[in-house]
């Protein structure tokens, strides 16, 4: 593989301490709470683990064998099944700036049309500017309030998106 050869897959075992490091450092470097958060969410530390089940999958980018950030999609917590969440993206900066959410976000997106979502859900936390209008970008709509159970209570900006268009 050459030098800046930017990979996306899914996520492997290996990729855990990784991946949590790039999540964990996006948090102290935009001041978002921790508390309430996927910052104090069990999973952070095994992500592979967290998405091994029916209907999930996490991706991560790869440049020159670092995993610097990531993006997945599971069935939102305690709602109606055909509905999933994307969640988890995240990215150093080394590789913001390049494209990298929007292919994240069209790759989760397709996934949940494979897997027969009919809607994805997702939680930001309004520092997040970019990743916001990435969402926009993408046919996500702002909503008043949260959905499901996840458990985010630090998280302000809530969005949807329907699936059949």
């Avoid at 999540?23 to 530390?45: H, K, N």
């Avoid at 440049?63 to 069935?75: R, T, W």
Wanted: proline residues 3%.
């Amino acid at each position: 593989m050459s030098k800046d050869t930017i990979v996306i897959r899914e996520i492997e075992a290996q990729d855990n301490a990784q991946i949590e490091q790039v999540i964990r450092s996006c948090f102290y470097e935009f001041e978002i709470p921790l508390e309430g958060t996927v910052y104090t969410d069990p999973e952070t530390q095994n992500m592979f683990e967290a998405y091994q089940h029916e209907k999930e999958v996490y991706f991560v980018v790869e440049l020159d064998g670092k995993v610097l950030g990531g993006c997945g999609i599971k069935p939102l917590k305690n709602h109606e099944t055909e509905i999933c969440e994307i969640q988890k993206m995240y990215f150093s900066p080394k590789v913001r700036g390049k494209g990298l959410g929007r292919i994240l976000i069209q790759n989760c997106i397709r996934k949940a049309r494979d897997f027969g979502y009919k809607k994805c859900y997702l939680e930001s936390a309004p520092q997040l500017k970019a990743a916001i209008r990435i969402y926009e970008d993408n046919g996500f709509k702002h909503l008043d309030s949260a959905l499901g159970n996840t458990g985010h209570h630090a998280c302000g900006i809530w969005m949807i998106k329907e699936l059949c268009d």
